[in-house]
Structure formats: C-alpha cells, structure tokens
C-alpha cells in the first residue's frame, strides 16, 4: 500500500481520492483553520461549518486529516519527515519543491501547474467553443467536470511515475499543465482544423452522425434517440412512433432526405415523445432495438439499481447521516474498496504524527 500525500487544491484532490478508492493511505495537509474544500458550498443541513461541506464529504472521503503550519519552520520538518515515509506528493503550485525532494530520494512528485479559475480554464482550453447551442453564447460543463477530468490526468501522471520509479529507482517530478489536460479534450476539432480546415461547430442537443438523433423532452425530463440508418430500420421506426405526417412520406426513407428534412423529423417527435415518461420511451426503444437512453439527473443516479448493482454507489455507514448509498467511484468497484467518510478537520494529526 502506498503513502500518498495531498497537497491539492481543488483540482488535486479528486486525484488524491482516486488513490484513497484504490485502498492506499491518502494522507490531506490541512492548514489549522481548514482548507479551501471545506469551504466550498453547498452546505448539508444548512450547517456552515468545516464539516458539513458537500464537496468536503465527496472529495476528500477515505482520507486521513493532519493539520500542519506548513509555512512555519516546525511544520515544514513535520512535512519534509511525513515525505520521508511516503511514496507519493500530490500539490498544486506554488509548493516548495525543493524541500519537498529533498525529504526523499524515491518520492514521486506531481505538480499541478496553471490553476486558473475553472470558468476561465475551460474558456482558454478551446472546450467552451464546443459546448452549446450553435446561434447561442458558448456554455460551460455543469458539475465541475473540467476539474475532475484534470484529477484524472493527475492519477494517470503520477502512476506512470511509479511504474517508471520500478526501472530507475529515484525520485520522479511529473507536472500536469490544468489547460494542457482541459485543450486534449479538444483535440479532434485542432487535428480536423488543420487537415482539412474544417471548423467544428457546437450542436446542441443534436447528434452529431445520424439525422434522427437528439435529446428531446416527454413527461418527466428528456430522453435520447439515435435512430442509426440501416435498410428496412425507417418503416420500423415510423410504425413505432405512428405519425401520420412521418408515414405520409415515403422519400424520408433515404437517409439524404432524413438529414434534408431533419428538423421537421425532430418536432414531429418532439410532440410525440411528450405523451411518456423517460423510461416507458426508452424501455420502448430496447424492445425493438432502437439506441436511447434517458438523460439521467443526479437523484435518478442515486437510485439506479446498475449502479448499485455494481457497487459503485454502496452503502456507506456515516457517523452523521447514518447508512446512506455512496459513489465509491469506478476504480473501487474492481477492487472492492470500501471508502470511509470524509475526515473531521485534523482527525488524524496524532495518529499519523506519532508514528515520526
């Protein structure tokens, strides 16, 4: 089991909890006042407090909490002996990088660079201009995705380190560049660009290859098509849906005239699907073998039986809130990890500091 300090802000930290869901002891250094995640809200139970932080909870869950000065000159020697019994630094910069390698020949180093708020990190990164409507402004990922999709980058970085410490046997500095992670994501659009010059465009709710594809309301939300053209599949469809003005028209057929008259396609089953819910039209849809899918919000998540099914939402036992059904996250679920709850502020000071 490995010793991974974290050192992160928010960023970092989906990366330190990733390694907390592999099992390994993921230790956070928190100032003595509480850091900027226990800060953040919402609030559960309204209660404005160090403990009670949504993302709190979330990010730093399966951790253990040391609060440490670590501007002062007794905690920068509690830290550099922390970084000699450990494997792993996780931290944002700025950091003192040099006491930090120095503690340790082995210690793997990963430093997250360009810490850029997260509005502005996704608008320089070229993801903006892909997302949303076409005639609108460009919108922004709901959820902070950008900044647990860098975390990513940050765990895959850092295990790349340890397999190569395996051949070197010394101390690794890996940094991962928040708007080099972010522009990736956009990098079919820069490869189209310059080969062909062609500018991808944002699509709404359209998909992007089939005429008959999209989110579209019903009675409970929205739901997604992806009606793929294959022969003989259109009459099928339209003996589905039973629209007259659909069926009336025998050239929509030939997959040119789909995307021809595809907005026309689009409103007649706007105004069909209208009629169900989420699931009778996706249950609907399986049965004759129609790709959809329900546009899923976080309380249908939190109750979905292949979620819980494959554990990675499992019960968790909470000092707190009692036994409530937790994201052990993807990584979890292969090894059968079970995450403990977020730690109070300094829990683990004594235990982890008595061991120096």
Known sequence: MLRVIDLTSFIGAYAARLFAEQGHEVIRIEPPEGDELRRLPPFLRDKQDLEHGAYHQFLNSGKKSVTINVDSDTGKKILQNLLGQADVLLASAPFDEPLCLAANPTLIVTKIV??????????????????????????????????????????????????????SGRSLVATVSVRDSLASFVEQAMVEYGFSGTITERRGSRGAITAVSGAMPCKDGHWVISQIHRPGRWSKFVDWVRDPELSADPSLAEEENQHKRRDFIMQRLDAWAKRFTKAELVEQAQRLHFPASPVSTPLDLVNDPQLIARGFLTEMDHPEYGKIFFPQGAIATVLGTRLSPAPRLGQHTVEVLSQL
């Open 114 to 167: 360009d810490d850029a708020p997260e509005l502005c990190a996704v608008a320089r990164s070229g993801l903006m201009s892909l997302t949303g409507h076409p005639d609108r402004a460009p919108v922004t990922l709901g959820g902070h995705v950008p900044h647990l999709a860098v975390g990513i980058y940050v765990a895959v970085a850092t295990a790349a380190a340890l397999l190569a410490r395996k051949s």
